[in-house]
Nanobody, 130 residues
């Protein structure tokens, strides 16, 4: 069973930067993604960014495009997310996820569906203050 562990979260001011890292206990051979969940009831886990198995293609939601960068190092079984120019609305728990056994492809539509990702970390908290 795969174990994903995220790190790198923290508290920053608006405009600040963070680098999140996710380490997998097994080889990362499928598409992977970062999701986030804002604090408070009624907020669900939403897709932020994803990348294909080899890392050649990346996809982002419109509200983070140009500010966040997803990358992976399959030799180290890691997935990263660079967060720049952070805004208060970026506050939340960030989770990395590994695709199901057949997820060798990615697109915005594919990555937005939580059901395509079967292994999840426990999350790392990002807090952005104004």
């Amino acid at each position: 069973e795969e174990n994903l562990v995220e790190s790198g979260g923290g508290s920053v001011q608006t405009g600040g930067s963070l680098r999140l890292t996710c380490i997998s206990s097994v080889p990362t051979t499928k598409s992977m993604a970062w999701f986030r969940q804002a604090p408070g009831p009624g907020n669900y886990r939403e897709w932020v960014a994803c990348t294909t198995p080899g890392g050649a293609k990346q996809y982002y939601t419109d509200d983070v495009k140009g500010r966040f960068t997803i990358s992976r190092d399959n030799g180290l079984n890691t997935l990263n997310l660079e967060l720049n120019n952070l805004k208060p609305e970026d506050t939340g728990m960030y989770y990395c996820a590994h695709g199901h056994e057949d997820l060798f492809y990615a697109s915005s539509s594919v990555c937005s569906q939580r059901s395509n990702f079967v292994d999840w970390g426990q999350g790392t908290r990002v807090t952005v203050s104004s």
